[in-house]
């Protein structure tokens, strides 16, 4: 089979395909045949240093992915060849989703939501589950608590929006003005221009803050939390202010998840969870999908087309 793998540590252009023999499912596995890949950030963070994960004996590259089932392992009873599944295999272990079959848990996936194609349906798994995870099990986002989500029109900050909406929050999001307009019709109920306004000078009285950005933006961000509010920073855990009494705060690493993807996908078969993608790319320019993604300027997301 056709698999993007990593040659050496380094920039985009260590990426290069090759043939590998099709994995085979074990007990509890199934055999997805990929029709396309999501591009993350955690894809060029850990093609640059080798960081984070477990590699196998040949360093593949890619967890998001959505496909058909080829063939069911022993044990396996809820998907049988021909269903249309997608998931986020392995994480934070090597998936190799940027290949054209990959082998993992039946519970590390969900079948597909009909109401997308393959395409989008990979766009969801990591970024999703990131932030369903976050707002539901971290912080029990309840109705009516106001959420601030940082580069709201990012891969996880774009579902942020949809999902903490979808329970009933009041949604503020931070991105450049230029992405306002998509991410009110996600449903934002504010929108802030961080290029021209500090965000802690009118925010406050926030239950939850979603920080993908890092840097300085965790300290600002206690700022406009109301005491015992959730700080949930996703860019490690060095970003987590050190002082922050009186908050809950904390970093978060998305994990398998297949209850969260069935809530992710009927959210999506409900209307009320729309992944935006903003380039689609073939398996063989992977190395471009990492240059566009590294300039940090995506909406939405990156999508590798396999099949």
């Known amino acids: 089979m056709r698999a993007i793998v990593v040659s050496q540590w380094g920039g985009p252009e260590v990426l290069t395909e090759t043939d ?6 074990g007990l509890g596995e199934i055999l997805v045949r990929v029709h396309a890949a999501g591009v993350n950030p955690v894809d060029w963070k850990t093609r640059a240093s080798g960081a984070l994960i477990a590699w196998g004996p040949v360093p593949a590259v890619g967890w998001d992915v959505s496909g058909t089932v080829e063939a ?4 396996v009873t809820m ?5 249309e599944v997608f998931g986020m295999p392995r994480f934070p272990n090597q998936a190799g989703a940027y290949a054209e079959y990959v082998t993992a848990p039946a519970r590390h996936f969900a079948r597909k939501p009909a109401a997308i194609d393959h395409v989008r349906a990979a766009a969801l798994p990591l970024a999703s589950l990131t932030a369903w995870q976050a707002l539901t099990d971290t912080a029990d986002l309840r109705a009516g608590q106001r959420v601030l989500v940082h580069a709201a029109a990012g891969g996880v900050g774009h579902f942020a929006v ?11 999001g931070t991105a450049s ?4 307009e ?3 019709s996600l449903g934002a109920d504010e929108m802030i221009d961080y290029r021209t306004t500090a965000f802690e000078d009118v925010v406050s009285d926030v239950d939850v803050v979603i920080d993908g950005i890092g840097g300085d933006y965790g300290a600002r961000s206690l700022k406009v939390l109301r005491p015992g509010g959730h700080l949930i920073t996703l860019t490690g855990p060095d970003q987590v202010p050190a002082e922050a009494e009186g908050f809950r705060t904390g970093w978060t690493l998305v994990e398998p998840d297949h209850a969260g993807l069935r809530a992710v996908a009927a959210l999506v ?12 790319l073939p398996l063989a320019e992977a190395a471009k999908a990492h240059e566009i993604g590294e300039q940090g300027r995506t909406t939405g997301k990156i999508v590798l087309t396999v099949a």
Do not use: M, N, W
């Open 162 to 172: 949809q999902i903490a909406k979808a329970l009933g929050a009041y949604v503020i």
């Open 79 to 83: 998907f049988q060849p021909g269903d």
């Open 182 to 184: 998509l991410v009110r």
């Open 20 to 25: 590998l023999d099709r994995p085979e499912p």
């Open 269 to 280: 078969e409900e209307g009320k969870l729309r992944p935006v993608v903003d380039t689609v």
């Open 177 to 180: 003005a230029s992405k306002h």
């Open 72 to 75: 069911a392992g022993p044990g």
